[in-house]
Each structure stands twice: as structure tokens, then as C-alpha cells.
């Protein structure tokens, strides 16, 4: 297998295992959904295309059903943070594209990050325009490299995957922790007034 195509798979492998995070993201909004039709949870959730706006959602759960400075909120609200900055990996490796370089006609390395026309990456500081305008006749693109801490290597990428895995076991750990709390919630919830 050639370099592209080894660096393609592992970007595959990572994409699909952030799919486990959003897995779990599902099972904890199911998990306060207790007793509704499961292609209505799975139609209202699967319906939220950001990750953000399903982290919204299920802070607001949350917020509902624990205490204000509970253990099980604050563990939840760390694991957010983890989630919000994991979130800002996955859109690099889905939106950016992967660059071929090559030395003297042989490939020589493959990486993931902004392309050299994408001005948002001006703006964000990810290239050595150091902050100069864009904007202006002085402008010279050639001269503008990407930083190399705005680019994923195959190694990086497969550090993300490994990071993926493991914030998808931190949050099925967490859900397995906190669902009885939950179901014991949502029951007494149910129970008549006197």
C-alpha cells in the first residue's frame, strides 16, 4: 500500500470512530427518552446535524434532571469541554483537504490541514501571513505557508482515532454511571402529585 492510500485509510478508520462518539451521544439522549417510540428519539436527534447543537440539547437535559453543582453535572459539563475541543479535530479531518507533496517527482508526504486559498485560515492565523492584510496589492499568496500546527501527518491522524475511542468509552462510562440516577428521576417524575 502506498503512502496516500495507507494515509487515506487511517483517515477513514478516525472518521469512522468519531462515529462512536456521536453513537453515544444518541444513547444519552435516548437514555432521558425512556418509554417514547424509538424512530421518534431517533427522528428528533438524527434530525440535529450539529454536533454542537446535539451538545446543547443534551446539556439542557441534563441541566433538568441533576442538581446545580452535582458530581454527575460537573462530570458532564468536563466531558462537554472534551467533546466541544474533539469536535474542532473532526471538522478538520471532514473539511479540510489532504495535501500530496512532492520531492524531486517521488511523493514525499501526505497531511491533512487548510488549503492555501482558504482566507478563513488567514483570518485564524493558521498561515505565516502574520496578521499583514489580505486584502491589498502587497499580498503575495506564493509567499504564504500553512503552519505545520494547523496540518495532520498519518500519525496524527491516528492519535485522533485513539483520542476518539477513548472519549466514546469515557462517555459510555459516564452513561452507565449516571442512567439509573436518570431513570430514578424521570420515574419520580411520573408519580401523581398530592
Same mark, same amino acid.
Given at each position: 500500500?502506498?503512502?496516500?492510500?495507507?494515509?487515506? %485509510?487511517?483517515?477513514?478508520?478516525? @472518521?469512522?470512530?468519531?462515529?462512536?462518539?456521536?453513537?453515544?451521544?444518541?444513547?444519552?439522549?435516548?437514555?432521558?427518552?425512556?418509554?417514547?417510540?424509538?424512530?421518534?428519539?431517533?427522528?428528533?436527534?438524527?434530525?440535529?446535524?450539529?454536533? &454542537?447543537? +446535539?451538545?446543547?440539547?443534551?446539556?439542557?437535559?441534563?441541566? %433538568?434532571?441533576?442538581?446545580?453543582?452535582? &458530581?454527575?453535572?460537573?462530570?458532564?459539563?468536563?466531558?462537554?469541554? /472534551?467533546?466541544?475541543?474533539?469536535?474542532? =479535530?473532526?471538522? +478538520? @479531518?471532514?473539511?479540510?483537504?489532504? $495535501?500530496?507533496?512532492?520531492?524531486?517527482?517521488?511523493? $514525499?508526504?501526505? +497531511?491533512?490541514?487548510?488549503?492555501?486559498?482558504?482566507? %478563513?485560515? %488567514?483570518?485564524?492565523? =493558521?498561515?505565516?501571513?502574520?496578521? +499583514?492584510?489580505?486584502?491589498?496589492?502587497?499580498? &503575495?499568496? $506564493? /509567499?504564504?505557508?500553512?503552519?505545520?500546527?494547523?496540518?495532520?501527518?498519518?500519525?496524527?491522524?491516528?492519535?485522533?482515532?485513539?483520542?476518539?475511542?477513548?472519549?466514546?468509552?469515557?462517555?459510555?462510562?459516564?452513561?452507565?454511571?449516571?442512567?439509573?440516577?436518570?431513570?430514578?428521576?424521570?420515574?419520580?417524575?411520573? /408519580?401523581?402529585? /398530592?
Amino acid at each position: 500500500m502506498n503512502s496516500e492510500d495507507s494515509f487515506l %485509510l487511517q483517515l477513514a478508520k478516525a @472518521i469512522q470512530t468519531w462515529l462512536w462518539i456521536e453513537g453515544e451521544l444518541y444513547s444519552l439522549y435516548s437514555m432521558f427518552m425512556q418509554g417514547a417510540n424509538s424512530h421518534l428519539i431517533s427522528a428528533t436527534f438524527n434530525s440535529i446535524q450539529s454536533v &454542537d447543537a +446535539k451538545l446543547a440539547l443534551l446539556n439542557c437535559c441534563f441541566t %433538568l434532571v441533576f442538581e446545580r453543582g452535582s &458530581d454527575d453535572l460537573k462530570s458532564w459539563r468536563k466531558l462537554v469541554g /472534551k467533546l466541544e475541543k474533539l469536535n474542532k =479535530q473532526r471538522n +478538520k @479531518i471532514v473539511h479540510e483537504p489532504v $495535501s500530496l507533496h512532492y520531492s524531486r517527482g517521488v511523493l $514525499s508526504e501526505v +497531511k491533512i490541514g487548510p488549503s492555501y486559498s482558504n482566507s %478563513l485560515a %488567514l483570518a485564524k492565523g =493558521q498561515t505565516t501571513h502574520q496578521g +499583514k492584510p489580505v486584502v491589498s496589492a502587497d499580498y &503575495d499568496p $506564493s /509567499k504564504v505557508y500553512i503552519l505545520e500546527d494547523h496540518r495532520l501527518t498519518q500519525t496524527g491522524v491516528s492519535a485522533l482515532e485513539r483520542t476518539f475511542k477513548a472519549a466514546a468509552l469515557e462517555m459510555r462510562a459516564y452513561r452507565e454511571l449516571v442512567a439509573p440516577k436518570v431513570a430514578s428521576a424521570l420515574q419520580a417524575a411520573q /408519580k401523581p402529585r /398530592k
